[in-house]
T-cell receptor
């Protein structure tokens, strides 16, 4: 089945630790995105990537890093510099076919700080 | 910068009835897209409906339709024959159109409206 997968579903981070959230898509989409959702709020863009080996900062990139070595994969690292990382993280992708502007989302990862 | 406002934090409706969720946005762009996404308790974001700003005709998808008023910068969602499975948080989102066929677009989301459908 075509879709977007995120892992793990839940992730716990200790103080000072870097953690990496996985996002994979088999939709052959060019663009991929990472959003953060805090309780009772909308989504805010962290990073996005239009093509392999290229990515841009979104509105709240501080304390996060990404890579895009493969078209299918766009992992997000939450670094120790992110002082308030507890949130729900959503990955999305969009492609060059009909409805190319439409973003489709993965199931999300909930990150909690111990 | 674009902003999206959803003025109804919570709404409720009886099963089989109709409900309308409000959304207004502020932009200086003339070409853009508007979306409604649904986030049920599972937290999966699901696309409900999509509207291109250059189209005057309102988008419809089965029981879901929009009332797009470009001059007023309003984009409301109407859900007809509400079902228990419609219970979710609904987000309105804005995306500026890009030239050149690129597939990238930044989504700006509203704060969401929690919709509860009662049996």
């Amino acid at each position: 089945d075509g879709g977007i997968t995120q892992s793990p579903k839940y992730l716990f981070r200790k103080e000072g630790q870097n953690v990496t959230l996985s996002c994979e898509q088999n939709l052959n989409h060019d663009a991929m995105y990472w959003y953060r959702q805090d309780p009772g709020q909308g989504l805010r863009l962290i990073y996005y990537s239009q093509i392999v080996n290229d990515f841009q900062k979104g509105d709240i990139a501080e304390g996060y890093s990404v890579s895009r070595e493969k078209k299918e994969s766009f992992p997000l690292t939450v670094t120790s510099a992110q002082k308030n990382p507890t949130a729900f993280y959503l990955c999305a992708s969009s492609g060059r076919v009909e409805l190319q502007e439409t973003q489709y989302f993965g199931p999300g990862t909930r990150l909690l700080v111990l | 910068a674009q902003t999206v406002t959803q003025s109804q934090p919570e709404m409720s409706v009886q099963e089989a009835e109709t409900v309308t969720l409000s959304c207004t946005y502020d932009t200086s762009e003339s070409n853009y897209y508007l979306f409604w996404y649904k986030q049920p308790p599972s937290r999966q974001m699901i696309l409900v409906i999509r509207q291109e700003a250059y189209k005057q005709q309102n988008a419809t998808e089965n029981r879901f339709s929009v009332n797009f008023q470009k001059a007023a910068k309003s984009f409301s969602l109407k859900i007809s024959d509400s079902q228990l499975g419609d219970t979710a948080m609904y987000f309105c989102a804005f995306m500026k159109s890009l030239a050149g066929g690129t597939s990238y677009g930044k989504l700006t989301f509203g704060q969401g409206t929690i919709l509860t459908v009662h049996p």
